[in-house]
């Protein structure tokens, strides 16, 4: 049996998960604040029998030489991680007072359910109670963590994120810095949590708030293409090699079994 | 693999949802008072395939996890408020609210509803009335002798008798407001409902903070930018492609693996 065959599955199997994720970049070309997905592959070494490795570190285990037999190392590919593509989605203005980008590294701090959230999604709505609301569901909150209130009439909202309403100020938006990146999760509804016990998220220094705009989607329409050129080919190439491994073991069980009699 | 086809399947559901807001707001673009709409969309929850730091291999921790989004959903419409154009017509009881304020009006059934559009007219008892016949509220009769009617910026409405030099006051025009517009139920016809999420009715006399003025002899037109609106039209066009091609792709890959045996 060609153990090869593993490694060609594998490979199939990662590049359809790879099609899900661009798949989901794509459907989420229109969602306000959304960050693109990437994943990274690597190798994965199986050494014979024994345990595996993960992220390109290769840690050879000794081998069972003891029953004389030469076992095969075998380099399987697979997904090592995730990366979120943080970079800038491009400001689209629409007018709306309560539509609100960022531009910057910051998040907006939003409690849903009594636990606390980040977004880049900044079409806020009031409630009835004229509390400022997350298009989650959520609470936006101002920088001491705490729910905005808004009165009647006109919201004004500066560079540095303080609403005003006539001439009194009523609340600075809380936008956050959350320095690990790799510490965010995606949670759905436009939301990020964010979880190191190492570092609480600070106020983000150089992040411009804009009145009247929403930062759309950072998906790149044509990387995404190409990305799923690229997967559509390494699974061809992947079921080919399936399909060739098939072949050499039919040529074995029947022109190696037909010699021998 | 099924993953991506129902992914981006919600992708184009979502861009279809999409056009059907533009075709609206498009068919009203020179509708009275019509305030357009926007399709707001969020990403659905993640399917984490591998949580961030799960251990790997012995004492190596997968630095980031491994989630994949499902796909998109709409939120919600969320009805633009923003200031239509005004439109000189010279007609006397043709009404532009400058600010946020509605008509309130009573329907057939008895139903309080609410309205931007201030094309007004009398009936057979000289009532004034909208034109759906809808009753203005508070009622305001307009005599069938007047030569003239007058309606200042605070609503206040003075007609001129046949044969008298002297203006007669003969009612004032109210509007209600509410904290939150955005939340209104759209009954058609331009006519609004307030829902729990608006927010009770607040009425005022026109003039007083934040409700708004009344300008006579004008209409306030559609909000609706046609470019704005064209451009919306093509991206949304274009993502729904993008997601077919998914699907396409999808679909090739599933037809290899078939074709396997």
């Not at chain 1, 806020?124 to 997350?134: A, P, S, T, V």
């Not at chain 2, 969320?78 to 600010?99: C, H, M, V, W």
Request: proline residues 2%; without cysteine.
């Amino acid at each position: 049996m060609g153990s090869g065959i593993y490694a060609a599955v594998a490979g199939a199997k990662a590049q359809s998960q790879y099609l899900d994720l661009i798949a989901n970049n794509l459907a989420n070309i229109g969602t306000a604040g959304f960050k693109a997905d990437d994943l990274r592959f690597g190798d994965h070494l199986v050494t014979a029998g024994r345990g595996a490795t993960q992220g390109g570190v290769l840690l050879r285990e000794p081998k069972a030489m003891h029953h004389n037999i030469v076992k095969r190392d075998q380099v399987l590919v697979d997904i090592i991680g995730q990366t979120i593509d943080f970079s800038q989605g491009p400001l689209r203005k629409t007018g709306n007072s309560l539509d609100i980008a960022l531009e910057g590294e910051g998040f907006f701090r939003i409690e849903l359910q009594e636990r606390e959230f980040y977004s880049r999604d900044g079409r806020f709505h009031i409630n009835e109670e004229g509390e400022l609301m997350h298009s989650s569901g959520g609470y936006v909150l101002d920088d001491s963590g705490s729910m905005i209130k808004l009165e009647k009439g006109l919201v004004e909202v500066d560079e540095d994120g303080v609403i005003t309403q006539g001439n009194t100020e009523v609340a600075r938006l809380g936008v956050m810095d959350l320095t690990d990146k790799e510490k965010i999760t995606k949670a759905g509804h436009s939301l990020f949590s964010y979880s190191n016990p190492d570092e609480l998220p600070t106020e983000a220094a150089d992040t411009a708030i804009f009145q009247g705009r929403i930062e759309t989607s950072n998906v790149n329409a044509v990387r995404e293409m190409t990305k799923m050129i690229k997967t559509h080919r390494h699974f061809d190439a992947m079921e080919r090699a399936i399909r060739a491994y098939r072949e050499l073991e039919q040529k074995s069980i029947n022109d190696v079994g037909s010699q021998g009699q | 693999m099924i993953g991506a086809l129902n992914t981006a399947a919600t992708g184009m559901e979502a861009q279809q949802i999409l056009i059907d807001i533009i075709a609206n707001n498009l068919a009203n673009v020179n509708t009275t008072g019509f305030k357009k709409s926007r399709g707001n969309f969020q990403d659905l929850l993640y399917r984490t395939l591998r949580a961030p730091g799960t251990s790997v291999a012995a004492g190596f921790e997968s630095p980031t996890g491994l989630q994949i989004g499902q796909g998109t959903r709409a939120v919600d419409t969320q009805r633009i408020f923003s200031q239509g154009q005004y439109k000189n017509t010279q007609n006397p009881l043709d009404l532009a609210i400058e600010g946020a304020g509605f008509f309130q009006v009573q329907s057939p059934t008895g139903e309080t509803l609410y309205t931007r559009s201030g094309s007004l007219k009398t009936d057979g008892q000289g009532q004034v009335v909208t034109g759906d016949g809808y009753i203005l509220d508070p009622a305001l009769t307009i005599p069938a002798d007047a030569t003239a009617v007058t309606i200042g910026e605070d609503g206040t409405v003075s007609v001129q008798l046949a044969g008298q030099n002297e203006a007669q006051e003969v009612g004032t025009i109210q509007l209600a407001t509410f904290v939150n517009p955005a939340g209104l139920l759209a009954m058609g016809r331009g006519y609004y409902k307030p829902s729990s999420s608006s927010g009770q009715a607040l009425q005022a006399q026109p003039g007083q903070e934040g409700i708004g003025t009344l300008a006579q002899g004008f209409l306030e037109t559609s909000n609706v930018q046609v470019v704005e609106e064209m451009i919306d039209m093509i991206t949304g066009q274009r993502a729904y492609e993008l997601n077919s091609k998914v699907i396409q792709t999808a679909d090739k890959m599933l037809q290899g693996i078939t074709q396997l045996r």
